[in-house]
């Protein structure tokens, strides 16, 4: 009997060590946490300041008609690329052909006068060489022939002041190009003289960009730049300072700079994104540039966390050589040493990470 109790209290122990071990839950080690980073490339600050740019073409037409009319049909789409003497929109010729040919009549009527005015004083002057005549009468048909003679000339220069004007209701293109503006459609009636398109030529491509005014004395004309294009990758080139704008803009306040590309590299295009990196004058600075969010300071020395081989980070004192925009070029760092970028503030000396995205460099 005792051994039967000694056996059921055993079975309850063991009952009660399982339920215990069922109701414990499994705890499992938390993740470190992940951390944007970038890898240090010394050398990286070697230019100055960095624009955005656009290319445009350094010679770009608004194109207008020289007479007023009705567009009758634009032969051309945005983006088309069009010759030189190619018809781009022409408008209704009627009105204009109605007075050339008002002019051609004007024409003949004035020669008639001529010719009548040109027989009278050869008459007259038969007349006078047999002293029939005195010369006062001679003089008046030689005015008379002078006006008649006028007058013819200036009915041909009208006439052809029109049929010039008849040619004019053909827009064509003055030079191979883009056509980058289409302001005027069919159907509209538009003045002489008011732009209907612009056509850029592409014969010579350029980037424009725009220069604060307290970076202005930075961008004198004929300095060396460094032009890439986000669209091309790796392709680069070199460009040189052609021309400043001597006026800001009313708006945004800043001058626009154009830069010409001796050897614009292959599959540049119109349109394009482009960099200008301005070379450091005064020599390259030292070490790396990185975003202002890698720096941690909370004395008088600024310092980065540094991800160690161990996936541990640590602080390490930098020296920062220059601030710009939202990027600080430091240096005391080794090439291809492991920053964090962001969250800084949330780490502690020997914390471990795990490496997220890499930080695009600045």
């Given at each position: 009997m005792r051994g039967k109790i000694i056996t059921g209290a055993a079975v309850v122990c063991l009952m009660a060590a399982l339920l215990a071990g069922c109701g414990e839950e499994k705890k499992t080690a938390a993740l470190p946490p992940m951390v944007k980073y970038q890898r240090v490339t010394n050398g990286a600050g070697q230019t100055g300041a960095v624009y955005a740019g656009t290319v445009r073409g350094r010679y770009e037409t608004n194109l207008a008609f020289q007479?007023?009319?009705q567009i009758l049909s634009r032969r051309v789409q945005l983006g088309d690329r069009v010759k030189a003497g190619q018809v781009l929109m022409t408008i209704d010729p009627k009105d204009i052909a109605q007075k050339a040919q008002q002019g051609d009549a004007q024409v003949v009527e004035a020669q008639a006068q001529l010719k009548l005015a040109e027989m009278n004083l050869a008459r007259y002057r038969e007349l006078y060489a047999a002293s029939a005549i005195p010369a006062a009468m001679?003089?008046?048909?030689?005015?008379?022939?002078d006006r008649a003679l006028a007058a013819w000339q200036n009915a041909t220069a009208l006439a052809t002041q029109g049929h010039n004007a008849l040619s004019y209701t053909e827009l064509t293109a003055g030079a191979d190009g883009v056509i980058s503006a289409v302001i005027a459609e069919a159907g509209q009636v538009v003045a002489a003289g008011q732009t209907v398109m612009t056509l850029v030529q592409t014969e010579e491509l350029e980037v424009e960009i725009n220069v604060p005014e307290n970076r202005l004395s930075e961008v004198p004309v004929g300095r060396p730049t460094?032009?890439?294009?986000?669209?091309?990758?790796?392709a680069a080139a070199s460009g040189v300072v052609r021309e400043v704008a001597p006026m800001a803009d009313n708006v945004a306040r800043t001058y626009r700079v154009r830069v010409s590309l001796p050897a614009p590299p292959a599959g540049m295009e119109l349109g394009m994104?482009?960099?200008v990196a301005l070379p450091q004058e005064g020599g390259a600075l030292r070490g790396a540039v990185l975003p202002l969010s890698a720096i941690y300071q909370t004395g008088d020395t600024p310092k980065v966390w540094v991800v160690t081989k161990e996936n541990k980070v640590t602080l390490k004192p930098v020296t920062v050589e220059s601030f710009r925009a939202n990027e600080a070029w430091v240096s005391g760092l080794d090439e291809g040493e492991t920053v964090v970028t962001a969250g800084i503030h949330k780490l502690h000396e020997g914390d471990e990470v795990r490496l997220g995205p890499e930080?695009?460099?600045p």
């Open positions: 007479v007023g009319g001679l003089d008046q048909y030689q005015a008379a022939y460094a032009v890439s294009f986000w669209a091309l990758g790796t994104t482009a960099s930080a695009s460099r």
